[in-house]
């Protein structure tokens, strides 16, 4: 029998759909099965900084809407490394023994944390630093945590940029035009990639491979010749300028995001192929709505396999997709990188096999 725990978790890092449903399969295995308590710690580790800690005690006859709900009910926070933490008066401090102290003081034997690569190696350097017992579950819309085929988040992201593709097929046959549909995508191509494929997209720009503008001229000029009056392209916000350049603007906090590429493409498109171009850039809208299937799928998995693993007191572990099983490793293999788009992967030869120009 295992030892009754009262376990932690919160989600950390920006929202995306598939952290509810995560929430609601931990709650149902560590109460139904184990009988655990279980404590959601809000607004991530600013809960933990709080005194008494934010926190509330999950129940299972309260948590069955959260199959279908978006975001997420503990909030979230992608602001403040606790390492350097920005303070009112402009000074940076280093508060993570605060959040160690929150972790004590509300007697929790082991804390899931659910977040993308940034987030768990933050967790993992307080857990380290604290003694904490830590388990992980992956998510993020890029889908590109180390060692794991699916990430909560990404297939609803995916979903909503094929729609996207969907709707700007019309207008763009119908005006002839050149529709840009700019997608999230901070380090790597996955959204771009998949959404592309199968929302029908003409040309698919991801960071992993170069363009160039000619190219992908030279390609809308030949669906002209050929009759076609209108292109799709879907191009991933970290895609740079042809000459290596960052596109980016500034946020009303002064930080610096990625922004701004498809239009630098409309722009440039417009001149070398005489194509009337038009720019939709997809933003915040990929990471909210109604969870896909399959995001609820995977949550679910993960949720159950995380409270496995702290029965198990397997700790320092995070749980990974793969091969269609929910696969336990060590978070530091998990964060040792940022999983990219293989130039030579499946996918990619999928898109050129079928037409689709990648720009180069």
């Known amino acids: 029998m295992v030892e009754h725990k009262r376990i932690g978790i919160l989600t950390s890092g920006g929202d995306c759909a598939g952290l509810n449903p995560a929430i609601r399969a931990v709650v149902y295995r560590a109460i139904g099965t184990y009988n655990w308590e279980v404590f959601g710690i809000q607004q991530a580790t600013l809960g933990l900084m709080e005194r008494p800690p934010k926190a509330i005690k999950l129940e299972i006859e309260k948590i069955d809407p959260l199959l279908t709900a978006g975001g997420t009910i503990l909030g979230t926070t992608n602001k403040g490394d606790p390492f350097g933490f920005p303070m009112p008066d402009g000074t940076v401090r280093d508060r993570s023994e605060e959040i160690i102290e929150g972790y ?13 690569d940034g987030s768990l190696t933050i967790l993992r350097k307080l857990a380290q630093q604290g003694n904490l017992n830590l388990v992980g579950i992956p998510k993020t819309i890029d889908n590109d945590v180390n060692c794991t085929e699916l990430s909560i988040g ?11 593709l969907d709707r700007l097929h019309f207008t763009a046959a119908s005006h002839s035009r050149v529709m840009i549909l700019e997608v999230m995508g901070r380090d790597a191509g996955h959204i771009a990639l998949n959404a592309g494929i199968a929302g029908g997209a003409d040309v698919i720009l991801i960071p992993e491979i170069p363009y160039q503008i000619e190219r992908i001229c030279d390609y809308i000029r ?71 299937p399959t995001d609820r799928l995977i949550a679910s998995a993960f949720g159950v396999a995380a409270v496995d693993l702290i029965a198990e007191e397997k700790y320092d572990h995070v749980v990974t997709w793969q091969n269609r099983q929910a696969i336990a490793v060590p978070i530091a293999d998990a964060i040792s990188k940022y999983r990219a788009v293989d130039p030579n992967d499946t996918l990619v030869k999928t898109a050129r096999s079928i037409g689709i120009c990648l720009g180069d």
């Open 104 to 116: 004590r003081l509300l007697e929790l034997d082991a804390l899931i944390g659910i977040g993308g």
């Open 154 to 164: 990404f297939n609803t992201a995916v979903k909503i940029a094929t729609e996207a």
């Open 222 to 292: 030949k669906r002209q010749d050929l009759g076609k009056n209108y292109s799709l392209v879907i191009v991933a916000e970290a895609v740079r300028t042809e000459t290596g350049e960052a596109v980016t603007t500034n946020d009303s906090l002064g930080q610096s995001r990625f922004g701004g590429i498809g239009q630098y493409l409309a722009d440039k498109l417009a001149a070398c192929s005489s194509a009337e171009t038009r720019v939709t850039v997809l933003g915040h809208i990929q990471r909210g709505g109604i969870p896909s």
